[in-house]
């Protein structure tokens, strides 16, 4: 975690400021290490790699934050009805789902999706700038607000958190207040939380990590695998005990690997919908979180219904994204061939599949030559892949190690929204200029996010 020193920097607001100008500013923060148990979780989870201090946003960051991630969401939602007449099988067709992938996630119906996501966002020195939204329950992060715990045994990071009335959401409490809803359950409603069966060996600790943390907030949860899934005398059980919820961690790809994975998920989905035991999330919302769903937010067709203020919202926190496609396209109202317009704006524009995680298959066009880049459009173009606005991070500074300087350090927030709730931030971090991806597969360090308090939510 070591590169060139710089002097006190500026912070990126004001509250930032303060923090690099007290006492605790100056010197790196670690976890602290008297609650083992936890830091244990958080070595599962982060592979204890840290950013040196915490993150802040103030108030009406926040709220902005919350109001555009929610907003945002709303949209996503709305485009079967929006562009499709409700034909939510031409809208899986249209963001790139195989047939069978389609009627896997729309099997059976679902009343209303659930509102569970992960939002990557760079920010740009001026504003949040929205990468892609996972919307999905199966998603990495959720168990940062145990960070802030350990964090806050720093003396002095407590003492400037205490002094400006500073709180962090938890993640956790917001998940297992859906999970509850969802149950229906009128008492503790016991939850699995559920992976595939062939990944569950990797996932595992992640899985019991999550349940032991749910415990507290009033659910009665517990990890396992399908292959676990009986159904008797009308209820779900795993392992003789009985589910009320179901909380998925497996995913339409890999329950689409092959026709017997997929027969298998039809038996699976079947049996939970007879036992009305509800899936948190439901894959559908899959369909919704694919990055073709962002691309259709900013065509003609789609702007065209767009209120003042959603094409306000759109144009202020979605960068210009396009599914990538030979012919032509319409581009803040001129219409242009795709293909050539990418290979003009190679420097500005960055290309990715439509779905996946960890920034794989990701090219910067900045990063690559003419001919390389040239070649990344041809390839991706008969494939599932979108052409998006590049966003510089602006790099935020950090302490080093040795508590000798500060170094720049470029952010990816991941911020949860849960129900129509700002839920917190599991930030990931690289030194600026160490890859084009900040991600964990690219080794990032994990970090918190301390706030002023936007209303009464969040923990102090």
Known sequence: MSTTAHPRPTGRNALTERYLRSPAGASPIRPGTSDQVRLEMLHDSFESRYLTRPVFLEAAEVRRLEADLDGTMDLLFSLPDRLFDGDAHAFAAAVGLRPDQARLALRPPVREPARIGRADLYHDGTAFRLLEFNLSSALGGPEIPELNRLMRADRALADFTDAEGLVFPDTVAALAEAIATAAESSGT?????????????????????????????????????????????????????????????????????????????????????????????????????????????????????????????????LPWTHALRPGTAEIRGESVDLLAHCRRHRDRLVLKPSHGLGGSGTVLGRAVTDD?????????????????????????????????????????????????????????GLPAGAADVISYDNKAYAGCVFQEPADSRGIR
């Open 189 to 317: 409603p016991t939850v699995a939380v559920m992976d595939w069966s062939p990944g569950y060996h990797k996932t595992e600790p992640a899985l019991r990590a999550l349940a032991a943390l749910l415990e507290p907030h009033g659910i009665d949860a517990f990890a396992c695998h399908t292959d676990q899934v009986r159904e008797r005398d009308g209820r779900i059980t795993v392992d003789g005990r009985h589910v009320d919820a179901v909380h998925r961690y497996f995913t339409l790809g890999e329950l689409t690997a092959d026709a017997a994975s997929t027969a298998e998920a039809e038996r699976l989905l079947d049996a939970f919908a007879r036992c009305d035991v509800p899936v948190l999330s439901p894959l559908r919302t899959s369909m919704h979180g694919n990055k073709r769903a962002l691309a259709m937010l900013w065509e003609e067709r789609c702007r065209a219904t767009l209120d003042p203020a959603e094409s306000a919202l759109i144009d202020r926190f």
């Open 372 to 428: 390389a880049w040239d070649r990344a459009l041809q390839q991706a173009a008969g494939q599932r892949y979108i052409v998006q606005e590049l966003v510089d991070p602006r790099p935020e500074h950090f302490p080093t190690e040795d508590g000798t300087g500060f170094t720049p350090w470029s952010l990816n927030w991941g911020a949860f929204l849960i129900g129509h709730r700002y839920a917190g931030t599991f930030l990931r």
